[in-house]
């Protein structure tokens, strides 16, 4: 099923939860709506389950507008955050429960709940409670619940955000694997970008009510368009900067603690403009022999170092008081420390040029 939102707003008296939406969900897509709290995705998701009404717009499932159909007609199933699975039924009552009121045959139910337990992994707590399983076991129920109408669209609402971690790494996996096998189009709501980047087929981010940047996961997190996403996905190091030249793709920026040659520009800008830069803290590179010199070569001081094993993070310090977080996976043995004088260098393409940073929309 394809779904497509057209120009949607929704609004609540003089407040506006979600701006002009316009999005195109690919049938079979595994499709992440990402922001922080209060962003609209949630509000998104309920107008398109026809839990809220559209203000304004139109929504589209494989062309045909469903606007003004009723929820029940839509064929949706929707996982929620806190699972909603009737405590007082067993497994196996609560997925056929919904089956029931479509009044399907004996024979029809049976073999779509043996379908859906054996996809979910169910089959030895189909005559448990809900209360006698584990959080990753009830989240299971509420997916095979919602697989077992055969929806059109599959919604999940926050749905890994009540379980522990190891927990939610296995229930990513249990996510991407019954996905796979249903192909059914499902979009999933999430404030956690790392849930978004590693599951996602498009990534969709929300702030504020509007539509930021729809993307994979690697093109968004690699080329984001501006500085509130590429703080938002991932980590990085926003840098204030002053556009000093252009030249065709090449864009040299001016820092406290430096000249920066960058090939990438979220957007045209003209020499004297004010930016800000995404530098990522994997994509800063310490100069381990202290003789470096060059283009995209600058001096920091340590301020701090995080041994983690697999990996150890530098907290820098450049001139004009930028603190720069640096990550490396089996850095070498070293005789750095803090207050450490240190050498760093930077690709220009990992210098990301975007407009002035702004935690609001784009424009």
């Known amino acids: ?129 809900p209360g006698q399983l584990s959080g990753g076991q009830q989240q299971r129920v509420a997916l095979a619940r919602a697989l077992a109408i055969r929806p059109n669209v599959l919604l999940l609402d926050e749905p890994l955000s009540n379980l522990d971690a190891k927990l939610r790494m296995e229930m990513r996996d249990n996510i991407l694997r019954i996905h796979k096998q249903t192909g059914i189009t499902t979009l999933y709501v999430t404030h956690d970008q790392r849930e978004a980047l590693s599951m996602g087929t498009n990534v969709s981010v929300m702030h504020a009510g509007h539509l930021i940047q729809t993307d994979n996961p690697r093109t968004l997190y690699t080329t984001p368009k501006t500085a509130f996403i590429a703080g938002f996905i991932g980590e990085t190091n926003p840098v204030d900067a002053v556009v000093e030249s252009v030249n065709g793709s090449e864009t040299t920026v001016r820092t406290s603690f430096g000249l920066l040659r960058s090939t990438y520009q979220s957007a045209t800008f003209n020499a004297g403009d004010k930016v800000s830069l995404s530098l990522r803290p994997e994509a800063i590179h310490i100069d381990w022999t202290k003789s470096g010199t060059g283009e995209n070569y600058f001096m920091t001081n340590v301020e701090h170092l995080t041994y983690l094993g697999e990996s150890e993070q530098f907290l820098l310090r450049a001139a004009g008081g930028h603190c720069l977080k640096v990550n490396f996976y089996h850095a070498p043995d070293h005789s750095f420390h803090e207050g450490s004088e240190v050498g760093c260098t930077i690709d220009a393409s990992d210098v990301l040029v975007l407009p002035p940073q702004d935690m609001g929309p784009s424009t």
């Open 1 to 129: 099923m394809e779904v497509v939102f057209k120009g949607i707003y929704k609004r609540y008296g003089q407040v506006t939860a979600v701006h002009n939406l316009n999005l195109k969900i690919e049938k079979g897509a595994l499709h992440f709506l990402l922001g922080p709290s209060g962003c609209g995705k949630t509000t998104t998701l309920r107008m398109l389950a026809g839990l809220e009404a559209v203000s304004e717009g139109q929504l589209f499932f494989n062309g045909k507008d469903v606007t003004k159909q009723p929820a029940v007609e839509r064929g949706i199933g929707m996982v929620f955050q806190n699972y909603a699975l009737w405590p007082h039924m067993t497994v196996y009552k609560n997925i056929e429960y919904g089956l029931k009121l479509r009044k399907l045959s004996k024979e029809e139910i049976k073999r779509r709940i043996d379908e859906v337990v054996a996809i979910t992994h169910l089959g030895n707590f189909v005559d448990r409670l």
